[in-house]
DNA sequence: TAGATTGTTAATCGATTAACAATC
DNA sequence: TAGATTGTTAATCGATTAACAATC
């Protein structure tokens, strides 16, 4: 996993696409599958998978293909699915409900081990058998059971604060719903800012002309 | 709008951060910046800054920068946003709740006209003073209606068969929050595939080595 | 063996950065 | 006018596509 060096953002972020189209072959009991066909269904070119995949190795076989399952838990490994990170929800508003109840999933390589909000009235409550906890005890609660991932979804006024805090904590990864912009400052912090608002702006530059 | 023809992807996308950050100036009360200035802000190049905007037309001035409230305006129209388009939400579930409660606002282009699903336990509740419809009266009220954007926040099976519908019935623009890929296979038809997921893999691995 | 399809190198294309003349 | 910063052209860099030899 590590001796992959100076892969290219271009790459990674193709292969969730590549585990998603693969995991539907799988339903469908497809076994194995060539760069053409796959080209195909995904509207990229063949030429593009194949280099894409010997960033990390010959997984295909000449005059033959690719074995759909295998090539599918080997771009699983390569994105660490497997590698079980714990992780905070940190909001438990309508985004952190929908993060918490629906995306942060084991087979993703995230488990969530706390949620957190400041406000009283949601404290308490529960959402997939956790509970929501003040977060004026993250100190406590990080030091405790050291997750490594933060799901921020909170106003971006309470970012800057929160994201000292954190990485003070050990937290090493963010995945940001806020409307504030993560620059990568720090080093060894990876983070994925969502802006769920940028790609609705988007497509309202590309409905334009319509 | 339309005189500027062929401006890619990469500028397309870069602009709604611009016009974020535009946002924030100007609730700063900040009047005018460089792109020297606005580069080391938003940690890209002051090179890139004007080489995107002038795409569109000179915003600038020599010697002395942009007048921020200015280009804001400016970046606002070329993406559309003060053209109310009207959309419709299909899928009333957690996600659904969100996208018509927080994300579809009328100062990023869009009045929300409809909700729909076809659980009819949901059927009858309002969500921002709109009623959740029986997604079986699509056809009327779009006929009547004719919103021309939709947003899928429905399970990946149903979407292709939803998606024939709407087309028929006019909609011109899907962000689509399904699993689904909607590969662009009809002409003048715009899509946003938003896949949460994928950024969740790609933190994934962006977090692996840390 | 012949046919198919990969792995990989080379060619092309596009996007980013650098440089500087124009000009406020 | 002098200083600053844009608009824009040229140079560089990186990503995609094409081509083909290797090989199953």
């Not at 030429?47 to 295998?70: P, T």
């Not at 940190?90 to 406000?119: C, L, P, S, W, Y």
């Not at 979804?153 to 912009?181: M, Q, T």
């Amino acid at each position: 996993m590590s001796k992959h060096e100076h892969i290219s953002m271009s790459v990674i972020r193709r292969l969730p696409r590549y585990y998603r189209f693969l995991s539907f072959l799988i339903e469908s009991d497809v076994m194995r599958i060539s760069s053409k066909e796959l080209s195909e269904k995904m509207g990229i070119t063949a030429s593009q998978i194949r280099q894409d995949l010997n960033c990390f190795g010959g997984f295909g076989q000449q005059g033959y293909g690719y074995i759909v399952e295998d090539l599918q838990k080997a771009i699983g490994e390569i994105l660490g699915l497997n590698n079980l990170k714990k992780t905070v929800v940190i909001g438990a508003g309508n985004i952190g409900r929908v993060v918490a109840t629906h995306m942060i999933f084991e087979n993703q390589g995230f488990k969530m081990i706390g949620i957190f909000d400041k406000n009283e009235r949601l404290i308490g409550e529960s959402i997939r058998g956790i509970r929501i906890d003040d977060s004026a005890s993250l100190e406590k609660f990080c030091n405790e059971n050291h997750p490594s991932v933060a799901a921020l979804c909170i106003p971006k006024e309470d970012v800057p604060e929160i994201i000292d805090r954190l990485i003070a904590l050990g937290i090493k990864a963010f995945w940001n719903f806020s409307h504030y912009d993560i620059l990568v400052k720090y080093p060894d912090v990876a983070v994925e800012n969502v802006h769920l608002n940028d790609s609705l702006m988007t497509l309202s530059y590309k409905s334009n002309d319509l």
